[in-house]
């Protein structure tokens, strides 16, 4: 989200990812009236899910105050889920390890006070990697059922190299932002092997119009990951990178991920 800022104030940066915006095309889409036909399915199936489910931490991402993510947090509540939402040290800025350190520490808070011996991690942009470093290196792997990450650059972005490109530094001298450049050694670790390791049912979902993680592609994983691209099922759905954390859509997929029901995303829902 940093870097949202830094591309706006640059309008040679922000020139250069517009024009990289790529349209939905029929050719990747899936019928719509399948996921309008069964959502109503899904929803029943999600409500009697959530009576017993996992606590949920929604993990946010750079510069991602709690308050940003009040409304996917509202949501969840709303369906009967315990929330809590994890802000990032120092927003972010600093080193993704370190982030995922602290994040370890609050997943066995958040265990201990609901009694629950695993969370389900619903993560944003940068969020999603502090929680894959903490599941694959801290011992994640064991404490968290459920992962879905939203428009997180899990390959890297090369909106992070063009910082760089313009001559503003190694991403202006943010740690976080030079890890998250394509072919960082942070992201070679992380992606090293089985990116998808243990028990935890991985799913990530991605847009189009994502501003701020290009390609889009890597926001996906390998190694079994589910990978929900929302315009293959909604092309003529339009979502942002803060977008994703808003849009009813990519909610419906959130729901239905948490629920352990097929995801057929909901291409009407507000």
């Known amino acids: 989200m940093l870097l949202r800022t830094i591309l706006a104030a640059t309008a040679t940066a922000t020139a250069a990812v517009t024009v990289l915006l790529v349209p939905a095309t029929a050719a990747h889409a899936e019928p719509t009236t399948t996921a309008a036909a069964s959502s109503s399915t899904a929803e029943a199936t999600t409500a009697e899910a959530a009576a017993g489910a996992n606590p949920v931490i929604v993990v946010g991402g750079l510069i991602g105050i709690s308050i940003a993510y009040e409304p996917i947090a509202a949501r969840l509540r709303a369906d009967g889920y315990r ?25 066995d808070q958040v265990r201990e006070a609901t009694g629950a011996a695993k969370v389900d991690l619903v993560t944003h942009s940068e969020g ?23 428009g997180s650059p899990q390959q890297g972005t090369y909106v992070a190299n063009i910082i760089n490109f313009l001559g503003l530094g190694s991403c202006a001298g943010i740690v976080a932002c030079q890890q998250m450049s394509i072919g960082s050694g942070f992201l070679t670790d992380l992606n090293a092997g089985d990116d998808t390791p243990g028990t935890v049912r991985w799913t990530t979902v991605r847009t189009w119009q994502d501003e701020l993680v290009r390609p889009v592609d890597n926001a996906a994983l390998a190694d079994g990951a589910s990978n929900v691209l929302v ?30 029901a097929t995801i057929r995303p909901n291409c009407f829902a507000v």
């Open 83 to 107: 929330v809590s939402i994890y802000q990032l040290p120092n927003l972010g800025f600093g080193d993704i390890r370190e982030s995922a350190r602290a994040l370890s520490s609050y997943v």
């Open 231 to 260: 315009q293959a099922w909604c092309p003529l759905r339009i979502v942002g990178h803060l977008g994703l954390v808003l849009d009813g859509t990519t909610y419906s997929v959130v729901r239905q991920v948490l629920a352990g």
């Open 128 to 150: 999603g990697l502090v929680s894959r470093w903490y599941v694959k290196f801290l011992g994640g792997a064991g404490k968290v059922d459920r992962y879905v990450s939203l």
